[in-house]
């Protein structure tokens, strides 16, 4: 399993089960996880309220709003993440193009070198 050992990661995730997936396999590979977390409201009220954040998987799309105002905040806070999505690029605006996308399923061995590199 990767290791995203004393990392903390914050997950958005709108769909219950990919969600608690994502979570299991996170804390089996070290981390301490923040969320799950389904609406762009209640990321960026954790986002304010936790002092620490690693690194960060976003769903593009959560219950049809998209996550960007979430990304701007990480970005604020120089948090790197990665856009967790199904989509293709052309739902990507131009000043996202260059944050890493992981399809659906996301396969978690990637992931550290992006997010922690």
């Given at each position: 399993m990767t290791d995203f050992?004393?990392?903390?990661?914050l997950v958005v995730e709108d769909d219950y089960?990919?969600?608690?997936?994502?979570?299991?396999n996170l804390e089996e590979a070290g981390a301490e996880v923040v969320g799950p977390i389904g609406r762009v409201g209640e990321a960026l009220a954790r986002i304010a309220r936790t002092d620490r954040l690693d690194g960060?998987?976003?769903?593009?799309?959560?219950?049809?709003?998209?996550?960007?105002?979430?990304?701007?905040?990480l970005r604020e806070r120089d948090v790197p993440?990665?856009?967790?999505?199904g989509y293709d690029d052309s739902v990507i605006p131009e000043n996202?193009?260059?944050?890493?996308?992981c399809r659906k399923?996301?396969?978690l061995l990637s992931i550290p070198t992006i997010l922690f590199d």
């Open positions: 050992k004393d990392k903390t990661v089960f990919i969600a608690m997936e994502l979570c299991r960060a998987l976003l769903d593009l799309n959560l219950h049809g709003s998209m996550s960007f105002p979430i990304a701007d905040k993440f990665v856009f967790a999505t996202y193009r260059e944050v890493p996308r399923p996301v396969e």
